[in-house]
């Protein structure tokens, strides 16, 4: 479904005034960030590795640009 014209353009002018682009980037940065430093205290250097990947996998994906 879609949104009615003037509805659409309402909600833009909305979250173009809150800022929600740039407030959902500090997230994404930020929830990468504890991803990654959630990884210092596993031991086991494989699954840490590949752990590593997960996040860089899932990450890149949500970055504008990304993979």
Do not use: C
Not at 27 to 41: D, F, G, P, T
């Amino acid at each position: 479904p879609t949104l009615a014209p003037d509805l659409a353009e309402k909600t833009l002018a909305v979250l173009e005034e809150l800022d929600a682009r740039n407030a959902a980037r500090r997230l994404l940065i930020a929830q990468k960030e504890r991803a990654i430093h959630a990884l210092r205290a596993v031991r086991n250097q494989s699954l840490k590795g590949l752990l590593r990947r997960v996040v860089a996998k899932i990450f890149n994906e949500l970055e504008p640009g990304g993979g």
